[in-house]
C-alpha cells in the first residue's frame, strides 16, 4: 500500500507500508492494511503510524485529511513531523513550532522598527503635509 503525506512546506513522505494505524483526538485510533475500504478522515490531531517491513516511524499530524482508496493513502495536513518514537516525533513538532514562533517574533519586532522609521522619515520630508 502506497502513502504520501504533504504539508504546505511540500511532500513529507511517499513510501510503501505493510499497513499504517491512525490515533486522531477527535476520530479514535483505526488501522489500515492493504485492501481496505475506501476511508476518509480528519485529523485534528494525532498520529499516523507507518509499519515498513522491520521498521516503524510515527508522523505527528496537526489539521489534516486522510483519504484510503485503492491501496493508497494520501495525508494532507496543516503540520506533520516523523519520528521513530511517538514521542520523538511530538517533541520534533514542538521543537519546530518554538522555532517559528520565535522566528514571528523577531519579524514582527523587525517590521514595527522599519514602520517606526518610515513613519520618522515620512514626517522629517514633510510629505502628506499642506
Known amino acids: 500500500m502506497r502513502i504520501s503525506i504533504v504539508t ?4 513529507l513522505y511517499n513510501e510503501t507500508v505493510n499497513a499504517i494505524v491512525v490515533a486522531s483526538d477527535n476520530n479514535g485510533d483505526y488501522g489500515i492494511l492493504h485492501g481496505h475500504v475506501p476511508i476518509i478522515s480528519t485529523i485534528h490531531q494525532g498520529y499516523i503510524k507507518l509499519e515498513q517491513e522491520n521498521l516503524v ?3 505527528v499530524i496537526i489539521g489534516g485529511i486522510l483519504e484510503h482508496h485503492n491501496n493508497v493513502v494520501t495525508v494532507i495536513a496543516q503540520d506533520a513531523f516523523i519520528g521513530n518514537s ?3 516525533a511530538f ?3 514542538h521543537d519546530l513550532r518554538t522555532e517559528r514562533i520565535e522566528d514571528n517574533k523577531k519579524r514582527n519586532i523587525e517590521l ?3 514602520e517606526q522609521e518610515l513613519k520618522k522619515q515620512i514626517k522629517q520630508s514633510g510629505a502628506g503635509s499642506l
Open 8 to 11: 504546505p512546506d511540500g511532500e
Open 112 to 114: 514595527a522598527l522599519a
Open 86 to 88: 511517538k514521542e520523538e
Open 57 to 59: 516511524y510515527y508522523v
Open 91 to 93: 517533541q520534533n513538532l
